[in-house]
Structures are given as C-alpha cells and as structure tokens.
C-alpha cells in the first residue's frame, strides 16, 4: 500500500529527501518496476504529476494472460478470442490463440501499486537531473517542482518525454513517435475491431476496443505530423456513437538505450512501446519487472549497480532487432496498395499462419516471463 506522506493543491509542501530508489512516474513501467522491489526493505520513492490511475492514455487492452499473471483480473473489463480486421476492401476475422482483454485503468493502477508493497508516493513534476557522488557511491539528483530528491538507483518511467535523458529531448513531429487519440463513448460492443484504412489515416490505423459499458475508439498515426482529431470522430460517427472524453499521447515506435548516465529507462522512455501494433501496456509491464529485478539484486547486495545497469541494457538491447522488425512492417503496410491488401489479409486467416505468427508476436513480452523469474527468485 503506497505511502503518502503531504497534500495536493495549496497544502503540497517541499520534498527534501534521501532515499534508496526513485521511481519517476507511477503508470504501468514505473509501478511494475516498483512491484519487483516490495520486500527489499529499501525506502522506495515514486514520483507522477498526477495522482496513481488519475490519468488514462490507452485503450488498456492486453493479453488476458498477462492480466491474469501479474494476479490483475479484478481490473478486467471485456475478453476477445476474435480479432476483426477491415480494410476498404474486405473485411478478416482472425481466429487468435490466445485471448485480448480490456481493462480499467485506475483498477489495474491500484491493483499494481498494492503489490509495490509500501513506497511512498508523491505527486510532484520531474524536470531533471544532476548526477554526482563518487564514483563508487554515485547519487542522482532529480529535480522537481517540489524540490530536489537524492536516490542511488533513479528510473525514468515517465514516458514518451524520456525527461531524465541526457541528450536532446525528443521532439515531436521531428522523432520516431506515433500519434493516437481515442474516445470513449458509452454503449457495448462484441468485437475487438481494426481498420487499415486511408480514408481514415494514411499510415497507421483505427480501431475499436469494447471494455464493458463504453467502446475505445481512436485513430493513431505512424506519421507524426497526420493529426487524427478529425479521423477520430467520423470513425465514431461511422460506428454510430458520439464522441466524448478525448484522450491522446504521442506514442515511441522506435526502441532506444534502456540506460543512460546511471539512469534506468523503462516502457516509452525506452521506445519500449511495439511497432505496429503500437502495444506498449505489456512491453512496459515486462521491461519494468525485469529491471525491477536487477534493482532488487542491487539492493539485496547481489550485484553493485554497474553490474545492473549492464544487465537491464543488454536485456532491452537482445530485444531490438524484434522491434526493428516490427517497424520495417508498420513502414511497409502503408505502401501496400489497398486491393492487394484485401487478398493479403485474407490469406493471413489461415489458422496455422495466424496460430505462428501471434504466437511469436506474444513471445516478444512472454507472460510467463512473471513467474519464470519469480520461481528463481525464492
Ligand atoms: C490513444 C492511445 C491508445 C493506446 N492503447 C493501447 C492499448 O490498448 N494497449 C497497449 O498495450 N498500449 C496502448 N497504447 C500505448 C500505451 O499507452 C503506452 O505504451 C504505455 O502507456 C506506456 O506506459 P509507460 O508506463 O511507459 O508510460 P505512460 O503510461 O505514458 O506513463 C508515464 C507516467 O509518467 C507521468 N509523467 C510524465 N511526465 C512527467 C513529469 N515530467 N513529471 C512527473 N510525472 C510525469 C505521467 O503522468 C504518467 O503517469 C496507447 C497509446 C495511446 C496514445
């Protein structure tokens, strides 16, 4: 159970703090990261501009079996065995192997925080960092908007921003970022809908994510500088429902260094987010356990930072070349001619293909990843 220690609003007072581990940001990456370091008995900080599921960016959908993994079905909404596809042309319903939930973001945020065991949280906005210390005792410096806080082991899991990054921030529409935006009208919905379609966005897709009582519909771009207001909506007139709730973010499609100046970077701040499919719930949820993994040994005296700094780096850098693949086909798809992606799409129904190929694609951030390590662990 996270710990609060001030207020919001006027009663917010000054953080001036020393602790073991800062977490910048509390949505899916930096509370699995937190997740991982319950038990350590080390004083675990994490930081967001907004309260814990105060702000949702996603259609929350998942691979039921992640939800189920990390114990976080109380948050589930809508399960999908069927994935339709609609293209100008035709439209495919592929037969999946595995299922595709919907969940409630603050439920599943207050689910994952409970298992983070007890951290405290504070709101408070990251602007930056200083690094210093010794070299075998470094300290990281990050400042907020509250004041400074001084940590040994620092995470950016702030997002798309990478705030804590050392180079140029990236900028849109000048860096590998999509664009989504989506609504959330109420009404129900049986199927779990795509459309690759032009007259809705020229690279990219639309889609349709039913989650109980209200549909996620939204419109998300490869290209940075096609807006998708304006797609959004008629998508959402086209299902015969209205728009409301607007909810948009940039979203990072391409992978970059997990770790920089001793800083550990998880989910968007990392591109952690998978190209095409532009699924990055899961991945963010995946690289967070795994580097909150290599914290915990730091902690526990197991291995010195260095030794984990080098390990998560390698371990996000051994996925790169599955994400780089996945960006050559989210680059190609658009460039397809719409009538041959009508064939295309029905001959990828075949359930041996379509068995293969989401097989592979759910291998890239396994569930079973949770209770691998977990059994190694005891
Ligand atoms: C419209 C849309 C729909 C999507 N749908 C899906 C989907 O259905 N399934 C899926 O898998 N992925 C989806 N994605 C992608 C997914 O939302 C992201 O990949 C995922 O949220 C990444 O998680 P994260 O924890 O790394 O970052 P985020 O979820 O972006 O969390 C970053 C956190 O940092 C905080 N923060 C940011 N800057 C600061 C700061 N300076 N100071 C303090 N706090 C800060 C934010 O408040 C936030 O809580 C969607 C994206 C969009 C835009």
């Not at 470094?138 to 997002?159: S, Y």
């Not at 998560?312 to 050559?328: N, P, V």
């Not at 029905?346 to 097989?359: E, H, I, L, P, Y």
């Amino acid at each position: 159970m996270p710990i609060r220690a001030t207020k919001r609003g006027a009663e917010r007072t000054a953080i001036d703090r020393d602790v073991d581990v800062l977490i910048c940001g509390a949505s899916f990456a930096g509370l699995a990261v937190a997740r991982e370091l319950a038990g350590t008995g080390a004083s675990v900080m994490v930081l967001d501009r907004y309260e814990i599921g105060e702000r949702q960016t996603s259609a929350c959908g998942i691979p039921t079996s992640w939800l189920q993994a990390l114990d976080l079905m109380g948050s589930h909404r809508q399960t999908f065995g069927e994935l339709v596809i609609h293209t100008p042309h035709t439209s495919a319903r592929f037969d999946l192997p595995w299922t595709f939930s919907t969940f409630d973001y603050p439920e599943l945020c207050a689910l994952l925080a409970e298992q983070g065991g007890d951290f405290e949280f504070e709101t408070a906005k990251v602007d930056g960092h200083t690094a210093g210390g010794s070299r075998h005792a470094p300290v990281h410096t990050v400042h907020t908007d509250r004041g400074d806080i001084r940590a040994k082991l620092v995470i950016d899991a702030l997002g798309w921003r990478r705030v804590l990054g050392g180079g140029e921030a990236i900028q849109p529409p000048d860096a590998y970022l999509s664009r989504g935006l989506e609504v959330h009208p109420h009404g129900t919905a049986e199927d779990l809908e795509i459309w690759i379609d032009r007259r809705y966005v020229p690279a990219g897709y639309g889609w349709s994510f039913p989650a109980g009582d209200e549909v996620r519909v939204g419109v998300g771009s490869f290209d940075p500088r096609f807006h998708v207001k304006d797609p959004t909506v008629q998508l959402t007139h086209d299902l015969g429902r209205t728009p409301n709730l607007y909810q948009g973010n940039w979203i990072p499609h391409r992978i970059r260094e997990a770790t920089e100046n001793g800083v550990f970077f998880v989910g968007d701040s990392a591109g952690h987010c998978l190209p095409l499919t532009a699924e990055g719930i899961r991945t963010a949820l995946y690289f967070g356990i795994a580097c909150g993994r290599e914290l915990a040994a730091v902690l526990t005296g197991e291995q010195d930072k260095a030794a984990a700094l080098a390990r998560y780096g390698k371990f996000s850098a051994e996925h790169r070349w599955k994400f780089e693949s996945m960006l050559y086909v989210q680059r190609l798809i658009p460039r397809v001619p719409p009538r041959l992606l009508a064939p295309s799409l029905q001959g990828m129904t075949r359930k041996r293909f379509v068995d293969w190929s989401f097989n592979h694609y759910l291998a890239i951030a396994p569930p079973t990843f949770v209770r691998q390590q977990e059994s190694v662990k005891v």
